[in-house]
């Protein structure tokens, strides 16, 4: 199993390259953001609760996204490899994926972590804004505050990882194509 880990933060382009990864390399999408935004969208329990936070750019309580990511893991136990997108955000979540893949005999093989500035991240996200109805890309003082969550609670599972020998940094500026092919160089050298 290739258990790979696209790291960065909101706005790096996680969303973006995973699309194009797991096409080349079949590999099962695990986007926490995408199934929270579906739990909204189907207007359950566990979603009104995330809308709140998700809303104020804040993250959503370990429990509920480690809970999504077990059932995930068990209902896909065949597949060939997983890309966690958006998921670990804390050193919590780092700890309870490990255990997770533990249990099944697959560890995460890499993370590969897409580096892109502060002013280009909200260039984005605004960006996005205009098109996507998110209300978290719609106010830069929002967009602001996941930004700093990133840096207080999500930036610190680099080291986490890097004491594992996982960690790769990626140039993440750069036409989506060229970002694509620097991922897949990376990739290639273990797949
Ligand atoms: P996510 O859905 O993970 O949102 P994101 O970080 O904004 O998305 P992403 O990083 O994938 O977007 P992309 O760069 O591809 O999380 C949303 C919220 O959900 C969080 O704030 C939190 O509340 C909650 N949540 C999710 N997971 C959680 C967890 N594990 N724990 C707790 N809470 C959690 O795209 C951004 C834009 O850039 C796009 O418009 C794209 O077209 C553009 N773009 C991409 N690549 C580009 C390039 N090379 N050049 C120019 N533009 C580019």
């Given at each position: 199993m290739f258990n790979l880990i696209l790291f960065g933060p909101p706005g790096a382009g996680k969303g973006t390259q995973s699309e194009k990864l797991i096409e080349k390399y079949q590999l099962i999408h695990l986007s926490t953001g995408d199934i929270l935004r579906s739990e909204i969208?189907?207007?359950t329990e566990l979603g009104l609760k995330a809308k709140e936070v998700m809303d104020l750019g804040e993250l959503v309580p370990d429990?509920?996204?480690?809970?999504?990511?077990?059932?995930?893991?068990?209902?896909?136990?065949?597949?060939k490899g997983f890309i966690f997108d958006g998921f670990p955000r804390t050193t919590a979540q780092a700890e309870a994926l490990d255990a997770l893949l533990e249990e099944l005999g697959h560890p995460i093989t890499i993370m590969l972590a897409l580096e892109v500035s502060e002013s280009e991240l909200i260039k984005r996200l605004l960006n996005r804004g205009k098109n996507s109805g998110r209300p978290d890309d719609q106010d830069e003082a929002i967009i602001q505050n996941r930004i700093n969550e990133y840096q207080n609670k999500t930036a610190p599972i680099k080291d986490y990882y890097s004491l594992q020998g996982k960690f790769r940094a990626i140039e993440g500026i750069g036409s989506i194509d060229d970002i694509f092919n620097r991922l897949c160089s990376q990739i290639d050298l273990i797949f």
């Open positions: 969208a189907e207007g429990e509920v996204v480690i809970a999504m990511i077990k059932s995930k893991l068990e209902a896909n136990a065949s597949a």
